[in-house]
């Protein structure tokens, strides 16, 4: 564990988790879990004669494996506040091998002034660097008591 106050975050650190693969597996256990059967995840056939040719991960379960490439070290000084912006620019297919880059982009104050809030960039990208993910991470983090 890496007791990390506020005041020891800095803007524009970035750091990037290493790969996952997604597969057919991925998709049906998430579809199993979320109740989201669309066709657009399920059916093979009716996908092929859409304009992506065939099926796309969901939103949420690439949501759910980018968020999860960012845990790491435990800091007992920090927990998420939430989750803004989230946009999904490009569909993620079975096959393709996504990471996430997790940038430092703003500190600000929180109305608690033991606390301040720390927002993580955090983008999805696949194999071919291009972003299939994009939301703003908030940590609620405890500042140094000094």
């Not at 990037?16 to 049906?28: A, L, Q």
């Not at 859409?50 to 435990?74: E, M, S, Y």
């Amino acid at each position: 564990m890496h007791e990390i106050p506020f005041e020891q975050f800095e803007i524009g650190n970035t750091r990037m988790s290493i790969g996952r693969t997604i597969t057919e597996t991925d998709i049906v256990l998430h579809a199993g879990q979320s109740g989201d059967f669309y066709p657009h995840h399920m059916d093979a056939e009716w996908c092929a004669s859409q304009p992506f040719k065939q099926r796309i991960a969901h939103g949420t379960l690439i949501f759910t494996i980018g968020v999860g490439q960012t845990a790491g070290d435990i800091n007992p000084l920090a927990m998420t506040y939430g989750y803004e912006k989230l946009r999904f620019p490009k569909p993620v297919f079975i096959g393709d091998t996504i990471r996430t880059k997790l940038t430092i982009a703003e500190k600000r104050d929180h109305k608690r002034p033991e606390y301040g809030i720390v927002v993580e960039k955090l983008e999805v990208l696949n194999q071919r660097d291009e972003c299939v993910m994009a939301c703003e991470h908030l940590l609620l983090v405890r500042r140094s008591r000094t």
